[in-house]
């Protein structure tokens, strides 16, 4: 029984040594984009984005050595784990981070770039049945709200950020903000976000903007029509 225990132990260390060493980007970027992150052995222990990944990893290895069926029951079993749904032919890209993380669906041809990070409810998938590449590929340095859907064989450009429950069904140009249903660029800059910016509560409300011109155009009208009254009224 003490055997038994100590050998428990022994590769518990082991694995979370192993973890350390090859996931040691993502969970500096779990620390870097996470203000709740406080310690390493929480992130290790309670992370269900990286814990998906690690399954991912897994059953990405399996999948590109054409092993039938063991990659998508693994991918199974880390989603009944994790919530998060990882098709094993996904690619994904260095210090990727998924914050909360239930309900995530990543598609099987989605290609995912470097420091791109997902929030809870985000879908990468298909729109029908045609085979191929059905998948969004997805820039480097994007974050995708809460909720949000990119849907098709689109690409995504570097340094963009979708809003929440955004709808994304056409491609993206890089440095761009996208909010709406369907998808509306709202924003398109010619340089670089000033690293990685995690506020997609605060973009631009295109419907909000609209209504406001509209007012602004009706107040100005009013004001013609009252001077035009004054100066008939002479």
């Known amino acids: 029984m003490i055997e038994l225990f100590l050998g428990l132990v022994i590769a518990f260390i082991v694995g979370i040594l192993a973890i350390s060493v090859l996931f040691r980007e993502e969970i500096q970027a779990t620390f870097e984009r996470d203000p709740a992150a406080t310690n390493f052995f929480e992130v290790v222990l309670t992370y269900s984005g990286l814990h998906a990944l690690i399954f991912h990893q897994i059953a990405h290895g399996l999948y590109l050595c054409k092993i039938p069926f063991f990659p998508r029951w693994l991918s ?94 056409r491609d993206v140009p890089p440095h761009s903000t996208v909010v709406g249903v369907p998808g509306r660029i709202v924003k398109t800059a010619g340089k670089n976000f000033p690293g990685i910016n995690l506020d997609h509560t605060n973009l631009p409300d295109p419907m909000a903007q609209a209504l406001e011109r509209l007012q602004h155009e009706i107040d100005a009208i009013e004001h013609h029509m009252k001077e035009w009254r004054k100066g008939a009224g002479k």
Do not use: C, W
């Not at 059905?134 to 709200?145: F, L």
């Open 76 to 169: 199974q079993v880390g989603r009944s784990f994790t919530g998060i749904e990882i098709h094993p032919g996904a690619k994904i890209g260095r210090r990727f981070f998924i914050d909360h993380g239930m309900g995530v669906v990543i598609g099987e041809t989605a290609e995912i770039g470097d420091d791109v990070t997902l929030y809870q409810g985000v879908t990468l998938g298909g729109t029908g049945k045609e085979r191929g590449k059905r998948h969004p590929t997805i820039g480097n340095n994007v974050v995708i709200g809460t909720g949000a859907k990119v849907l098709g064989n689109i690409k995504i450009g570097d340094n963009t950020q979708i809003g929440a429950n955004a709808v994304v069904i």
